[in-house]
């Protein structure tokens, strides 16, 4: 019963910087790769970074890089996203999820946390 619960959405200005978290539960997660999604509405869900439980090798969107930092924490089982310089475009629901290294597919997801950036 894997388990993943965001936080720390919320409205911040254009410029501005909001973390998010994502508290894993359910099982061990260092075979894992864990990642951040984004859907706008009325667009389709979009990759934004992931990281590998164990080693920690990241791989970001363009759209992101220089301006997110993915990061996770061993003795808390949470996975964090650190947003600066945030854009107006960035305004999406943010969704944790996971899989093992060898899928394909992300199977585990979170409720999503809402972040809106204003102008």
């Known amino acids: 019963q894997v388990h993943l619960v965001e936080s720390g959405g919320g409205l911040v200005q254009a410029g501005g910087s909001l973390r998010l978290s994502c508290a894993a539960s359910g099982r061990t997660f260092s075979n894992y790769i864990m990642a951040w999604f984004r859907q706008a509405p009325g667009k389709e869900r979009e990759f934004v970074v992931r990281?590998?439980?164990?080693?920690?090798?990241?791989l970001y969107a363009d759209s992101v890089k220089g301006r997110f930092t993915i990061s996770r924490d061993n003795n808390k089982n949470t996975v964090y996203l650190q947003m600066n310089s945030l854009k107006t475009e960035d305004t999406a629901v943010y969704y944790c999820?996971?899989?093992?290294?060898?899928?394909?597919?992300?199977?585990?997801w979170g409720q999503g946390t809402q972040v809106t950036v204003s102008s």
């Open positions: 999820a996971a899989r093992a290294m060898e899928d394909g597919v992300y199977n585990y």
């Open positions: 990281i590998s439980w164990s080693a920690g090798n990241t």
